[in-house]
């Protein structure tokens, strides 16, 4: 029997069956800085310990969208490796935040399974949680994703069920962090004068700061997380491949969209949602990114912390943006996300 | 009102104006091994916890270039987006120590301001300041940068001040570091046999060591500065831009120099003072650069410690100097650099 | 006297003279980071705090390949700077795992001496040993090199002696990890079922995930390692040299191919020794490095653990391989590897 590691195809999924990823990961202070060094974000409350302790956090929490990464690079042997596509991903719901030294484990459920009247695919649809060394649940989020089929043809009786997912996370949802001490946030830390209440709905900002992304950069990153997708790191074969040339992780270029974002949304300092993510053309090295947002709702959740859902929309090598029709994205547009973020309703 | 930052122009700076930078940071470990990965520094005292605490550190320190560019990255957004071109270093004092685990904040006092005769752009003077989480002073530094105007035409009654900036720190105003114990100084450890005892004044080294420098190199050692200026990552806006490409941040240089130089200045354990600096030519991708030093003057501080004065020069693509006169720095030179370092005495 | 460090030449080393390397080396999380972020290893035992304790280890030991390059790069300096070619290593044997705190330092001592007939060059013989800051021995090994003569022409009364390498380290050489509890050893974790039991002498397997290298990266990697052979770093000379361009530290091709491996011997948690290995071709920036492994030899060490002599291969650019001869290697076969790993015989 062969001793390497095919991955999974269509047939190899069944509906409800749970998935244990394996490979455990303790964070370190390392990845921290790898992160930095790879985004440029300048979020404060993830790079000073000082400022995360004053807000009310004992310990400084990692980057929610590095969090995501190190539990989605899990899965990746599972679930990615024959993948086609990555067909989106809804209902990203950041529970508790992790921490350096914790040590991050992930599953997922099958909860949907579709076969394509082409005979060659199938989507496979997860529920995929990730968890810290406490059993606690850091965050979960749905996903789905074109699969290749070992055997061309439909399958016999097969039931194809397709789940119902989310189409936004409701606000009730969202996972507060406890005991914030919003009375200590400041505009001197953050670099930005701009609280819950200065922003409209309707609202778009161009956060201006586009990065060219190397090759060298995204693998980096990737290799990071642990994903092993081999269409982001071999160019012998990518080379006579679908594009030409190896693709980009497309978390990295929502961890850029984020880091970049910093630019008119600094003092949105936890992510508690992501409602639906869609990256709707692929990224090569030498692409420069640049990113647009609009705010798309309001909500107040205390006197002091309100949210926002903020569409936010990655281009690639092009600086100007009319915000389209999320089903009229023209080539350029590499990512279309929508989120929410935790805010101070304004300065104390 | 537009949510992003685009930073000030040179009326928008007044005289004595107090800025605050935002963004504080927290040092970590992976700080320190991004620096080594990206600069190949071997000076002993920054990478061995055993020897530092040997030679009479508390903990190891980090390299006081390294703790420069974690200042310099918080003033960036205020200083330099709207800079075109960074025109100096002075009086840059090294006073206490960073380590890994403190968070360092920068303010910045505007000291002059010049109106240049183009009506274009002025110069902007700055005192800046990095502390450290108790207050404590890391370091301080001049710098002097030409900014854009908002507005072309000269400004109606305005008064240009030009501050009398040093032309060298007085060796009076080094902080010596408490309690060494240089008698636990070791060649054996640094790998030189040369101390302060074995240099001459006008002595000239050639550091060998030429470094070629990838565009994914440099940004991201840039991006772990948090250093946002735009020049160094945008190609698609740099490809049609002054030099057809994305510009190396000046102080990747600067540690570069540094660490190519400790062939031949291993025992020079920490930077005093930086009296001046001078990026002379811009740095690109692809380049490869070459570092010389002058042992410009010598002083005995104490019976086991001494100070020397250094002119070091890096130039990109050519591994030939003869030492120019200051004026006379051809196109290749790329950093033109004085500033005094402590060395012990003699081997013990 | 020049104060730059030009390394020593052929004529430079006696027999049974000894070499303290410079510049002891603290193990920070960073390193272990960006080793994970420069080969994307998924061997869970260095990146799993709670799988590391779980199976008997006080802290998370430091990937064996790790440890060595740090090792090494300490000697580089005084044994690598005038090497024509690294003509081999054998007997690597991995005493005491290293811990991020670990302050390592090395030493080697000079075996053997062979002035080469053509006059110009002579083949060094070492055995370096790497030491913790509490001296106990982390690893040793014997290597040897083809040396630059200063001076053209046979020496005077020279003596040859070419020592006995070993061919390979006996298993009761292998220092066995005390206090494993192999009983908490799980295929969930390590994400293969297959141990000891599983896997048959001569067996080979193709470990499937290619990965193209990019300058950057086994630039930072190198300088990690502080591994400072200027061929690796400076394309303005290399350009002109033998291949035109810079040559990949060959140990970050046993990187490679052991994190490349854990693709079908993921359960091999420790490697014991490396018998010899051979960098058959030289490695360039845009090669893709494909890995196969061969079970050489299997043999039971206790109840629960076993140890498997294993030849790796890694090729550029060539994604088939039929096992060839060791002395009948096609050019693009560029690693040549024989290890003995310990792995649990079979799951609780």
Chains 1, 2, 3 share one sequence.
Not at 32 to 44: D, N
Not at 181 to 194: H, I, M, Q
Not at 292 to 298: A, C, E, H
Request: charged share 25%; glycine share 6%; hydrophobic share 35%.
């Amino acid at each position: 029997m062969s001793k390497n590691f095919k991955s999974r195809y269509f047939e190899d999924y069944s509906l409800n069956e749970e998935i244990k990823h394996s490979v455990p990961r303790t964070i370190t202070e390392g990845d921290i800085s790898i992160y930095l060094s790879t985004t440029g974000s300048r979020f404060p409350l993830n790079y000073s310990a000082i400022f995360s302790k004053d807000v009310g956090f004992n310990k400084t929490p990692v980057d929610d969208i590095l969090s995501f990464h190190l539990v989605f690079g899990r899965t990746v042997p599972d679930l990615s490796l024959n993948a086609i596509a990555n067909l989106g991903y809804a209902g990203v719901i950041f529970n508790k935040p992790a921490y350096v030294g914790d040590t991050l484990t992930a599953s997922s459920k099958v909860i949907g399974l579709k076969e394509n009247s082409n005979g060659k695919t199938g989507t496979v649809y997860v529920k995929s949680i990730g968890k810290n060394q406490n059993g606690e649940i850091v965050l979960t989020y749905f996903r789905w994703l074109m699969m290749r089929k070992k055997k061309e043809g439909m399958i016999k009786s097969f039931k194809s069920f397709v789940p119902d997912l989310p189409t936004k996370v409701e606000t009730s949802d969202f996972m507060i962090p406890k005991n914030l001490k919003l009375e200590n946030w400041s505009s001197d830390v953050s670099g930005s004068p701009f609280f819950f209440d200065d922003y409209k709905e309707g609202e778009e900002i161009h956060h201006l700061d586009g990065q060219t992304i190397e090759e060298a950069e995204h693998q980096l990153a990737t290799r990071l997380y642990q994903n092993n997708a081999r269409v982001h790191f071999n160019n012998h074969i990518e080379k006579d491949g679908r594009f030409g040339k190896r693709i980009i992780y497309g978390g990295y270029i929502i961890s850029l969209a984020r880091a970049i974002s910093c630019n008119g949304l600094a003092n949105t300092f936890k992510i508690a949602a992501i409602h639906s993510g869609k990256h709707s053309s692929p990224t090569f090295s030498g692409d420069t990114i640049y990113v647009w947002s609009k705010i798309i709702k309001k909500e107040k959740l205390t006197n002091n912390l309100g949210t926002m859902m903020i569409r936010t929309l990655a281009s690639k090598n092009n600086s100007e943006m009319v915000f389209p029709d999320k089903k009229n994205l023209k080539e350029n547009i590499v990512l279309d996300i929508e989120y929410s973020v935790l805010i101070p309703v304004k300065e104390k």
